[in-house]
């Protein structure tokens, strides 16, 4: 939504919508929900041996504590990110309505708007791909069908003549915007421009910030192999498990 | 429970234990892929050295694309006609200016507004796509979207809405003083073929535009009706007049230009494009502009490849390739050093 708040601004805060209101209807009921629905039934943070065997872990998700408002923040401020990328990438594209093919012509208002949705369905599956840790048959399914028919459902829309539409604002426009390179060319560049902080947020979360859950793993293994550590504990000694790993961590190299 | 037992039948009770099936007991064959700064690194670098090169090239086509921006909202002969009454007659003026460097090429000819919002919600809904289609039943009664455009109390307007309406009409003509010959124009191929071939079409018959529009008259503010647009090519006339089509694609920002004409690149003199030297803009003058702050210009420019002349996805693919080497550099220094004290913690997941 942010994107239509956006481009207000450009179009003297006249309500004019970016997105045909097919795409906003179908937007909720098919290219989004699906996968969203196959993470949550099918997604394994933990593989089943590990709970079985650490069952405290558990105890991390009771009262739905993993709810809480710092991580929604930062998702919410990362969809906001996306949000202006999308966007103003879209728009800068487009400049002064710059030529958009060889042959020198221009792009338009719905062009506008389907690009920016492209973008969008396209980077929310995607991160939502990056995020599932457990792909079974149906995580491929939903998310690369998902892909796949708003593609097909772009080009089906929008390459006939609708008779019982009286408005044909997208006729041509989704195939106008794949016979430009420029398009081509820009939608990669966005994808990777909003994954990259995702992606690199996983990879340093995993270094220096492993959760509890790893720490309680690292800390039962250790205990099992003999060596003198706290049992897992409580959340209000996570503090001195951590300095105490450290410490121990350090004279196990130490001794090596 | 023992309430939900049948005690006629001396079954057992029904069980709630779901089925055996892989689904269910979320047993199902998976990849799991573990997202670690080994795997990522050797991505990073390779995207870093892909999107630097690729930016720096559609950097340096853009570069090469030529483009003039020509103002004559009301600049030097045209300030006369910024404040013409049109009721009064026509105006036309002339514009002096230089093309420094050879335009090589087909050079396109666009015209741009400013401060004209083509994509206010009411502007754009007033149009009626159904008789932009050529259908009988919409010409002469227009959808109630096009309103207060759609008829004048006792015939319908042919195209009806302010979009049509507002159809841009000044006239500009190029001569090149180079060699006292007028710059030749094509005015056909500016429209997306999609609209041209499919969206837009003439109500029947097709070959007597007067008979076809029978019926409607011309918008309110054009000076000609509609199948007088081009009345010298009958696949450009009517609603497939090409300039028209163009108009009819509202533009997304309130500054935009849209393309006018192509130079016809085989007649002599141009068979390469635009040589440098000096031009006069010819400029029948017969838009108002001024009652919202707006402005007209007249653009020339050669395309290439890729489009129009924008750094834009140049400097984009070169700062996001050098955000991500600069990113993999500092991964691959934080793994060098604290990799190997982490890597239990990395193996605790999805073991």
Known sequence: MTPQFLFQFYCGFSHQTLYDSAYLMIYNLCFTSLPILAYGLLEQYQSMSTLQNFPILYRRISKNALLAWRPF???????????????????????????????????????????????????VNLKLAFDTRYWTWMNHFVIWGTLIFYVIFSLFYGGF??????????????????????????????LIACLVPDVVRQVLAKQFFPGKTQLWVVAWRRQQRGERTPLAPSTHRHH???????GITASSESTV | MATSYNKESNEEPTSKRPDNTAFKQQRLPAWQPILTAGTVLPA??????IFIPLGIGLLITSNNIREKEIDYTDQGDCSKCANWNLTNGNCACKLNFTLEEDFEGQVYMYYGLS????????????????????????????????????????????????????????????????????????????????????KFQNPSPNDD???????????????????????????????????????????ALPTFRKLYRRVNISEPYFSNGLPAGNYVLHVEYNYPVKSFNGKKRMI?????????????????????????????????????KYGKRSSEFIDSVNQ
């Open chain 2, 115 to 198: 401060n004209f919002y083509q994509n206010h919600r009411r502007y754009v809904k007033s149009r009626d796509d159904n008789q932009l289609y050529g259908v009988s039943s919409s010409l002469k009664d227009p959808s109630s979207e096009c309103a207060p455009y759609a008829n004048n109390g006792t015939m319908p307007y042919a195209p009806c809405g302010a979009i049509a309406n507002s159809m841009f009409n000044d006239t500009l003509k190029l001569y090149f003083q180079g060699k006292n010959v007028s710059v030749p124009l094509l005015k056909t191929g500016i429209a997306w073929w999609t609209d041209k071939n499919v």
């Open chain 1, 73 to 123: 923040i930062g998702w919410t401020l990362l969809g906001l990110y996306h949000a202006f990328i999308f966007f103003f990438g879209s728009l800068l594209l487009l400049g002064d309505s710059i030529a958009a093919r060889y042959y020198g012509q221009v792009f338009g208002h719905w062009m506008l708007g389907v690009l920016v949705s492209t973008n969008l369905v396209f980077t």
């Open chain 1, 161 to 190: 003549h609708w008779p019982f539409l009286h408005d044909q604002a997208l006729h041509g426009v989704f195939l106008s915007l794949l016979s430009s390179l420029q398009v081509w060319f820009l939608v990669p560049l966005i």
């Open chain 2, 44 to 49: 990073f670098f390779v995207i870093a050295i």
């Open chain 2, 209 to 251: 535009l007067k008979k076809a529009f029978a019926g409607t008259q011309k918008p309110l503010y054009w000076s000609k009706p509609v199948y007088e647009l081009d009345p010298t090519d009958l696949t450009n006339n009517g609603f497939i007049n090409e300039d028209f089509i163009v108009w009819m694609r509202t533009a």
């Open chain 1, 240 to 246: 001195k498990l951590v300095t105490s790993l450290a």
């Open chain 2, 300 to 336: 020339l420019s050669t395309t290439s490849w890729m489009g129009g002349k924008n750094p834009f996805l140049g400097i984009a693919y070169i700062t996001v390739g050098s955000v991500c080497f600069v990113l993999g550099v500092v991964l691959f220094i934080i793994h060098q």
